[in-house]
């Protein structure tokens, strides 16, 4: 190749991974390197190009010296269509819509606004506020000039696409409104909820309206009929007022449904985790497309009819071959349930809207299987083996996983919970792995087998948090229950109830000694104990939100606490009095760690970074913008790495890079 075109090449490899990346990096500039580095890195040509170019330079100065940041030793599940995140969204974003032209994106969220988007940038245009509810869906009139929304707040809304101002509100539904749409002509509007109403586009008057429940519904290609979703699919004439054919096949109720170009084809996603395929002249069912784990929530068909795309409550996107129904690609990235999914009017570029809170775009033509392959559930809990070879992950998919840390894959799979698995630990000699769940169980494993070694029963709810004292002689657990018990760990027989808290205890911790436990309850406290009498000792007053997390530094003298009130705490262990409030996290903290020299914190949370702070000055060092909430982190026993688990199901290690704060540096 040209050097020119190579050049050429590698630098549209870093815009493209800018664009992936601008959403952090708008909130910290100074994040650019690493967040770009820890994507190039993994893009096998390119990346390797690109380190030889720019790069490696850049990585040899900031490896060593300046200020610390976190290289990524596993690849992000992105799948390597990404193109842009668009982040601004509140809360669950469930509707996402192109313009005709393809250069903006609409969307609607649970945080009752409808937001207009740049598509290329991903800069957010518009924020159209009116709504006082869930905002279920929204789309563009055909020539893009108006969008339309509907709520829970049982209206339909109007909105001018350029100015964003508020048009017109149609009243008339009775309930919520939970999809929305322009005729083919833009001389209509169609909503359906608590019933299904058309309006003049135009004027905003109604035209007709049939009372009935309806989940989804959608024009047909001339505008002619109407296809309605509810616990069965069925074609509504508009000039007969008619139902013209009915489509009887899922089990379950029916999420989205869509025409294919020509009208000839209908495609349909719903509860029982299928999207199925109808020919609307026959109604006859033509197939069932297999594959997503979760709920379908949205469906639509390729401008050129080719292929169908379907968004899933497991987190992925599926592109399905329409002729054969085989999958054509799986896409990942999303953190939460994909509620809706489009294609561009040209089929080049997709937009999703997930509960994660954001949109992304995504190229059509570069859909495939994601490269790692993680857990199918949120990750609540991980820990490094003493010796730090071994990782272990505690999944809401119900299972355990125990990783090779060298290489970053899976050594064993523990299954034996009926539930959700929320924390995990290995015993201080490794042999052994604890577990607690949903089910309200404690389980021992043997961490070499991974065979089980003793089931702990007496908690009344779920077990959010267990620990081994630092001999490996006892357990401690924390539990919805409001409980923290403490259990011998080799006869398994509860040893004591640690009674006291006001709400569900979410986690707890033995002190370096193991001759104290802390805990952290949503009653907004944390409470020291005395581990032999089981008597409280001290409670820790000053948060403003539930205790999410919280531990001893290794020499015991300091506990560290994070809050849903966004801050992390420290206080004296010895007279619980507050040393220090930090400041940082935009949302509620799920989980903190010491470094184990003390001289480093570490803490992640539901706005989706995990923060480095130095323990000395109580500073934020470091952020690390991640794909989903940040539930779990833990530090490898050298100090220099670290595990993560996040809503999404991602589980990945990090070095920490750079010598500012005297961080010690691991090999690799």
């Known amino acids: 190749m040209h050097p020119r075109a190579r050049q050429r090449e590698v630098l549209e490899a870093l815009l493209g991974d800018v664009r992936r990346e601008c959403h952090a990096i708008r909130d910290d500039a100074g994040s650019l390197f690493q967040q770009v580095y820890n994507r190039l890195k993994w893009e096998r040509d390119i990346g390797q190009g690109f380190m030889g170019y720019v790069l490696s330079p850049q990585y040899e100065r900031r490896a060593i010296g300046g200020s610390l940041w976190l290289e990524r030793m596993t690849p992000s599940p992105d799948s390597d269509a990404l193109r842009a995140v668009l982040t601004g969204h509140d809360y669950w974003v469930i509707s ?108 905003g008057a109604p035209l007709v309206g049939l009372d009935r429940l309806v989940s989804t519904c959608a024009f047909s290609p001339d505008g002619s009929r109407i296809l309605l979703g509810t616990a069965v699919l069925s074609l509504w004439d508009i000039q007969t007022g008619q139902t013209c054919a009915v489509f009887k096949g899922h089990s379950g109720a029916v999420h989205g449904c869509a025409f294919s170009a020509d009208g000839s084809r209908i495609v349909s996603g719903g509860q029982d985790c299928t999207v199925r395929l109808w020919d609307t002249r026959t109604g006859g069912q033509l197939a069932v497309l297999e594959g997503h784990s979760a709920a379908v929530f949205s469906c639509a068909y390729s401008p050129d009819g080719s292929f169908i795309l379907s968004g899933s ?66 990750v609540m809990s991980c820990a490094f083996a003493p010796d730090g070879s071994r990782m272990v992950s505690a999944s809401k998919d119900g299972s355990l996983r125990v990783w090779d840390t060298a290489v970053g894959q899976v050594f064993a799979t523990l299954t034996g919970h009926g539930d959700e698995v929320w924390a995990c630990a290995f015993s201080p000699d490794g042999t052994h792995i604890v577990s607690g769940g949903k089910d309200k169980s404690i389980r021992l494993w043997d961490a070499e087998s991974g065979r089980g070694a003793g089931v702990l029963e007496g908690h009344t709810g779920r077990v959010d948090c267990v620990a081994f004292s630092p001999d490996g002689s006892r357990i401690v657990s924390a539990s919805q229950d409001m409980t ?85 705490r420290m206080w004296d262990a010895d007279t619980g009095k507050p040393l220090a409030v930090m400041n940082g996290h935009r949302d509620n903290i799920a989980c903190c760690a010491f470094s184990p020299d003390g001289r480093l914190l570490v803490s992640g949370g539901y706005d989706k970074t995990l923060r480095i702070w130095s323990a000395g000055t109580w500073e934020e060092v470091g952020t690390l913008f991640c794909r989903g909430y940040v539930f779990c982190v833990a530090f490898h026993p050298e100090g220099s790495m670290i595990c993560v688990g996040d809503t999404g199901g991602d589980f990945f290690t990090a070095l920490l890079r750079g010598d500012r704060f005297g961080a010690p540096q691991l090999s690799v």
């Not at 709504?131 to 869906?137: G, I, L, N, P």
């Not at 000053?542 to 205790?547: D, E, F, P, T």
């Open 484 to 568: 923290v018990r403490l259990w011998d760990a080799e006869s398994g027989a509860e040893t004591g109830v640690l009674d006291g808290h006001a709400d569900e205890v979410w986690v707890c911790a033995f002190s370096p000694d193991g001759t104290r436990v802390v805990s952290g309850s949503h009653d907004k406290t944390l409470k020291l104990w005395d581990a032999d009498t089981s008597r409280c000792t001290t409670t820790l007053e000053g948060h403003l939100g539930s205790v999410g997390c919280c531990a001893f530094s290794p020499d015991g003298a300091t506990i560290v606490s994070g809050s849903g009130d966004k801050t992390l």
């Open 313 to 378: 409550g497991d987190r992925t996107m599926r592109m399905w071959d329409s002729t054969t129904g085989g999958c054509a690609g799986l896409i990942a990235g999303h953190a939460g349930a994909v509620y809706s999914c489009a294609f561009s009017s040209d089929g080049a570029l997709i937009v999703s809207a997930s509960a994660d809170r954001t949109l992304r775009v995504w190229k059509a033509s570069q859909m495939n299987r994601p490269i790692v392959e993680g857990h199918a559930g949120s």
């Open 96 to 203: 996402a819509a192109f313009s005709p032209d393809g250069s903006r994106v609409a969307s609607g969220s649970a945080d009752h606004t409808v937001r207009l988007w740049d598509a290329w940038s991903g800069e957010q245009v518009a924020v159209l506020e009116g709504h006082r509810d869930t905002v279920f869906s929204c789309a563009f009139s055909p020539d893009g000039s108006r969008v339309v929304s509907g709520s829970a707040d049982h209206t339909v809304r109007l909105w001018d696409a350029r100015t964003g101002e508020q048009v017109a509100v149609l009243e008339g539904h009775d309930g919520p409104v939970f999809r929305c749409a322009f005729s083919p002509d833009g001389n209509v509007i169609l909503s359906g909820g608590s019933g299904l109403r058309l309006w003049d586009a135009q004027t």
